[in-house]
């Protein structure tokens, strides 16, 4: 599934698309990727024609279109939905699903192969959708409180990683962020939240900050064409993994093998060296 850079990298294409673009058709063309729409497909369309849109916002891995009149289109992404945007006339990509006939002459396309992901309009969810008011402040909110934050996480007595993949207590983090600030700041993941001290929480928030800010440059994460840019461009940070997806492979820092562990249903990498057993901390 998208993480904050690989969201955030599509909210800045499509803002430079859809901002102040009026919509003059919608086609639905398969019902699932909108069935949160009660009143179905065709009033889904309907609902949003002529209707135009202001820039788009995020928080954490969450995305939304606001309208200029105070509502919103909510994206879920899922683990393979995409925005591309091209000619109506230009061959549509396989899986295509929705499509948004822009003023401008553009077409604006969702592309969904699993269609876990969806769309949905959010009545007042220009400035926040109520879907997405519980969700945590992410690492580049302007108005996140740091130390209390810090304070919240240290409350928690499960490992680490859980608590940083818990959106509810700070969004945007998924499994391959989170491996890759625990490596760069040597906290196993399993260590447990209130065991850390607060500097060692805050070296960890900012080592988040830092690897989702150095994947943002290079477009995000792409293991495969499942995330793409809306010109369908991939990202390249995988590249520069040190830790996620290198079972095996030796530490950039001190050359001991990659480990994967299960966990929650899906996989931990770290280094067995660098980041060692748990142990409680003052």
Request: hydrophobic share 40%; aromatic share 8%; proline share 4%.
């Given at each position: 599934m998208p993480e904050l850079p690989e969201v955030e990298t599509v909210r800045r294409g499509l803002a430079s698309v859809v901002t102040g673009r009026r919509v003059d058709a919608v086609s639905v063309l398969h019902p699932r990727p909108v069935r949160r729409h009660a009143a179905g497909p065709e009033d889904f369309a309907a609902t949003l024609t002529g209707r135009r849109f202001g820039e788009p916002r995020r928080r954490g891995k969450y995305l939304w279109l606001p309208l200029e009149d105070g509502d919103a289109v909510?994206?879920?992404?899922?683990?393979?939905?995409?925005?591309?945007?091209?000619?109506?006339?230009?061959?549509?990509?396989?899986?295509?699903?929705?499509?948004?006939?822009?003023?401008?002459?553009?077409?604006l396309r969702f592309v969904d192969q699993r269609m876990f992901g969806g769309l949905s309009v959010s009545p007042g969810g220009a400035e926040l959708p109520d879907e997405v008011a519980h969700i945590g402040r992410d690492l580049f909110d302007p108005d996140l409180d740091v130390d209390a934050l810090v304070a919240r996480i240290r409350r928690r007595g499960s490992g680490i990683k859980r608590v940083l993949l818990d959106q509810?207590?700070?969004?945007?983090?998924?499994?391959?962020?989170?491996?890759?600030?625990?490596?760069?700041?040597?906290?196993?993941?399993?260590?447990?939240?209130?065991?850390?001290?607060?500097?060692?929480?805050?070296?960890?928030?900012?080592?988040?900050?830092?690897?989702?800010?150095?994947?943002?440059?290079?477009?995000?994460?792409?293991?495969?064409?499942?995330?793409?840019?809306?010109?369908?461009?991939s990202g390249y940070f995988d590249r520069t993994l040190n830790a996620y997806g290198r079972e095996g492979l030796p530490c950039a820092r001190c050359g001991t093998p990659i480990v994967r562990e299960h966990f929650m249903n899906r996989s931990s990498f770290f280094c067995p060296r660098c980041q060692t057993v748990p142990r409680r901390e003052s």
């Open positions: 909510l994206a879920h992404l899922g683990m393979s939905g995409q925005f591309r945007v091209d000619a109506p006339a230009a061959e549509l990509p396989r899986n295509t699903r929705v499509l948004f006939n822009l003023d401008d002459g553009r077409q509810t207590v700070t969004s945007g983090i998924g499994n391959i962020y989170a491996d890759e600030a625990l490596w760069h700041s040597g906290v196993h993941y399993d260590h447990p939240a209130d065991g850390l001290a607060p500097r060692r929480v805050r070296a960890l928030l900012d080592a988040a900050r830092d690897v989702m800010s150095d994947a943002l440059t290079v477009g995000g994460t792409s293991f495969d064409a499942l995330y793409v840019n809306v010109n369908g461009e």
